[in-house]
C-alpha cells in the first residue's frame, strides 16, 4: 500500500470515527502517529468541539497541533464538572506536549504553626492532613521567610526542630521558652498560637496597638531596652503592611486571576489578597495551542487540584461580554468542584483587581518578548563581532568539542553545535574514544576530529566557520593536526581556556596560539562562555551514563556463567540492577535461569553492595 493509499485510509478512519460522536459532555485526547497523546481537551458537546478540529480554518499554532494529529479518542461524562476534573487528571497522567501544563503547582510556599507538644513556625512547600495550621500560600520564599522572621521576634516558640539538652542563643534573646529546661504552661503556647493565627489572618493593626501599649508601658518604667525592643517590633510591622497594595473593604481571602495572550504565548497573573490586602503576586508564562480561555481555566483547575490551601474566594474575568452563559458554567462547576465561592465580577473594586491582573499579565507578556528581542540582536551583534576579533570572515556555524573521562576511565567525548548563536541541538554528537587508552586528552581530541569531519567530508555536511576545543596550545595543536594535515581542511581553530574556578577564562587561536583579549563584559565572550558550558554539559552527561552502564555491566560479567547475552536479558527483564538484587529465585524462571545461578547471581550482587556501602 502507497503512503498515499494509507493517508487516504487514515482520513477515512477519522470521518468515521467523527460521524460516530455523541451529543454529550466529556473529554477527548489526540493522538500522534507514534499514538502518544499530544493534547487534552473537554467539551460540553463532544461531536462539535472534536469536529471543529477537523474542519473550517484555524491560526497557526492550532494548525500546528491538527497537522499532528492522526487519530482520537474521548471519553464520555455525565456532567461538564466530570470533564472538568478529568480533564485536569488526564493531563497530569499523560503530560501531553500542547497541553497547558503546570509545572511550579507544588512550590508555593506555606508558613506552618506545627501540631506538636511544644509548637513551632516553619516555612513549607508541602500541605500535609497533619493538623497542622497552614497559612498562604506565599508567591515567594522571601516573602514567607521575612514574615516568619517577625513573628519569630514576636512570639517565642521553640526553634530548634529537635528540642536540645541546654538552652539556646534564642533563650537569651527573648525569641524562645525554652522547653528543653523550662516546663512551659499549655495555656501559654495556646494564647502564642492565637495570636500568631490572629496576625497572619490579618490582624496587623491590633497586634501592633498592643505592642504600642507595651512600649509606653516599658518607658514609663524605665525598661528602656525593652521599650526599644517593642518599637523594633512596631517597625517590622508597619514595613510588612506598606507592601500592601491594594486594600478592599472586607477581611476575605481571595485569588485574583488576569490572563493575556500574544504571539502564541499566555500569561496568567494571580494577584494574592489576604484579609482584604493584596500582599503579593505571580506571574506564569508559557506557550498554548488550544483555545485561550480553555487553556487558561485548564491551568487554574491544575493549579488548585494539588493546592489544599484554598481561599474563601475565586476571582475570574469573563471570556468576554457575549457568552456570560458559558461562563457561568464554568463558575457553577469550578464551585462545585473547590467547594469555594466563584466570582465573574462585571463591575466594583473586584472587577478593577480582574483589569488589574489582565493588565500586568499583558506587560509581563511583553517584557518576555522586548528581553527575546534584545537576546537576539545582543546574539547577532556577539556572532558578527567575533569574526572580526578573529580576523576571520562572517561566523555562522560554530561547532566545539569537550572531552571527558576520571583517570581514563570511560573516556567520550561530545560535540554541540551553534548557528548564529543559537544551539542546534538535534545536530549534538557523542563520542565513545576507540582508540586512546588512559588519559590522553590530545589524542580523544586527534580521534574525535577525525571522525566528525571524515563523515562532514563522505556525506557532503555543511562544514562550520570555527572549530572550539575546550583547552588550549596543545588541544588547538591537536585539531589542527588533522583539519590540516590529514584532511586539507583550513578552518579556524580557537582554544577556551579556563581559570582555576573551571570558568571561561581566555580565547585562544591561531599557530602557535595566541590569547585574543576579548573583555569579559563583551557579548562575544558571553556567547562563548555559553558554548563551553553547553559543551561541557554534554560531555559529562554523556560520560555518566557510560559510567553507570559500564559499572553495571561489570558487575553482572564477573559472575560466572553470565556471559553479554544473557546480562543484556536480565537487565532487559527486570530493568536494573537494583531489582535483579532484591529478586526472588522464581523470578528468574522466565528467562530460563535456574535456582543454582540465580542464587549466585543474587549472592555476588549483594555482596558487591555491601563492599561498597
Not at 488550544?290 to 490551601?309: K, M, R, V, W
Not at 465580577?345 to 499583558?362: S, T
Not at 567520550?412 to 538535534?426: H, I, Q, T
Not at 585539531?479 to 590529514?486: G, V
Amino acid at each position: 500500500m502507497s503512503e498515499l493509499e494509507k493517508r487516504q485510509k487514515k482520513i477515512e478512519q477519522i470521518k468515521h470515527k467523527l460521524s460516530l460522536l455523541p451529543d454529550q459532555p466529556g473529554c477527548y485526547l489526540m493522538k500522534n502517529e507514534s499514538g502518544d497523546i499530544i493534547y487534552v481537551g473537554k467539551a460540553k458537546v463532544l461531536k462539535n468541539r472534536v469536529r471543529s478540529y477537523f474542519t473550517g480554518s484555524h491560526d497557526a499554532k492550532t494548525q500546528k497541533l491538527v497537522s499532528l494529529i492522526e487519530d482520537f479518542e474521548y471519553i464520555v461524562t455525565s456532567s461538564n464538572k466530570e470533564a472538568l476534573i478529568l480533564e485536569c487528571n488526564l493531563i497530569k497522567e499523560h503530560h501531553p506536549r500542547y497541553n497547558v501544563i503546570l509545572k511550579d503547582d507544588k512550590t508555593y510556599p506555606y508558613i506552618k504553626i506545627t501540631n506538636d507538644t511544644h509548637p513551632r513556625l516553619e516555612v513549607t512547600r508541602k500541605v500535609l492532613k497533619d493538623k497542622g495550621k497552614y497559612f498562604g500560600p506565599y508567591p515567594s520564599a522571601f516573602a514567607a521567610q521575612q514574615t516568619k522572621k517577625l513573628l519569630d521576634r514576636l512570639y517565642p516558640l521553640r526553634k530548634c526542630k529537635t528540642i536540645p539538652d541546654k538552652v539556646c542563643l534564642y533563650y537569651h534573646l527573648g525569641q524562645c521558652v525554652a522547653p528543653c529546661e523550662y516546663d512551659v504552661d499549655e495555656n501559654q503556647y495556646e494564647e502564642m498560637v492565637q495570636e500568631i493565627t490572629k496576625f497572619l489572618n490579618g490582624g496587623h493593626e491590633q497586634i501592633k496597638v498592643e505592642l504600642i501599649k507595651q512600649m509606653h508601658d516599658a518607658a514609663e518604667q524605665l525598661q528602656f531596652e525593652k521599650a526599644k525592643e517593642f518599637r523594633d517590633q512596631i517597625k517590622h510591622i508597619e514595613v510588612l503592611m506598606e507592601q500592601q497594595k491594594i486594600t478592599m473593604k472586607d477581611n476575605i481571602d481571595r485569588d485574583v486571576f488576569g490572563y493575556a495572550v500574544d504571539k502564541g504565548w499566555m500569561c496568567v497573573q494571580i494577584l494574592y489578597v489576604r484579609q482584604g490586602k493584596m500582599i503579593e503576586r505571580h506571574a506564569s508564562r508559557f506557550p498554548y495551542y488550544g483555545e485561550a480561555y480553555e487553556d487558561f481555566i485548564s491551568y487554574i483547575t491544575q493549579y488548585y487540584s494539588e493546592n489544599p490551601a484554598l481561599p474563601n474566594e475565586i476571582v475570574l474575568p469573563d471570556r468576554n461580554e457575549t457568552e456570560n452563559i458559558a461562563e457561568e458554567g464554568i463558575k457553577e462547576d469550578l464551585q462545585s468542584w473547590l467547594k469555594v465561592k466563584v466570582h465573574l465580577p462585571k463591575r466594583g473594586l473586584k472587577k478593577q483587581a480582574v483589569i488589574m491582573a489582565n493588565d500586568n499579565a499583558k506587560i509581563a507578556l511583553e517584557e518576555k518578548f522586548k528581553l527575546i528581542e534584545r537576546d537576539e540582536e545582543r546574539t547577532t551583534k556577539a556572532v558578527e563581532n567575533l569574526g572580526r576579533w578573529l580576523g576571520t570572515d562572517p561566523i555562522h556555524r560554530i561547532e566545539a568539542f569537550d572531552n571527558s573521562n576520571i583517570q581514563g576511565a570511560n573516556p567520550v567525548s561530545a560535540m554541540v553545535v551553534f548557528v548564529d548563536g543559537k544551539p542546534e541541538r538535534k545536530e549534538y554528537r557523542k563520542y565513545k574514544i576507540k582508540t586512546v587508552k588512559g588519559p590522553d586528552d590530545y589524542g580523544s581530541m586527534r580521534e574525535v576530529v577525525r571522525r566528525r569531519y571524515e563523515r562532514v567530508l563522505k556525506e557532503n555536511l555543511p562544514l562550520p566557520d570555527l572549530v572550539i576545543v575546550d583547552g588550549g596550545k596543545g588541544q588547538i595543536s591537536a585539531a589542527i593536526e588533522i583539519l590540516e594535515d590529514e584532511l586539507g581542511l583550513f578552518i579556524p581553530v580557537c582554544g577556551l581556556v579556563k581559570d582555576e574556578k573551571h570558568k571561561t577564562a581566555q580565547l585562544m587561536v591561531g599557530n602557535p596560539p595566541e590569547v585574543i583579549p576579548i573583555p569579559r563584559d563583551q557579548q562575544e565572550f558571553y556567547l562563548l562562555q555559553r558554548i563551553q558550558e553547553e559543551v561541557h554539559r554534554f560531555a559529562i552527561t554523556f560520560h555518566r551514563q557510560s559510567r553507570s552502564k559500564s559499572m553495571v555491566a561489570s558487575q553482572l560479567d564477573s559472575i560466572p556463567g553470565v556471559g553479554e547475552k544473557r546480562r543484556k536479558k536480565l537487565l532487559k527483564h527486570f530493568g536494573s540492577l537494583k531489582k535483579i538484587r532484591e529478586a526472588s529465585i522464581e523470578d528468574f524462571k522466565p528467562l530460563g535461569i535456574g535456582d543454582k545461578l540465580a542464587g549466585e547471581i543474587m549472592t555476588s550482587l549483594r555482596e558487591d553492595q555491601d563492599s561498597s556501602s
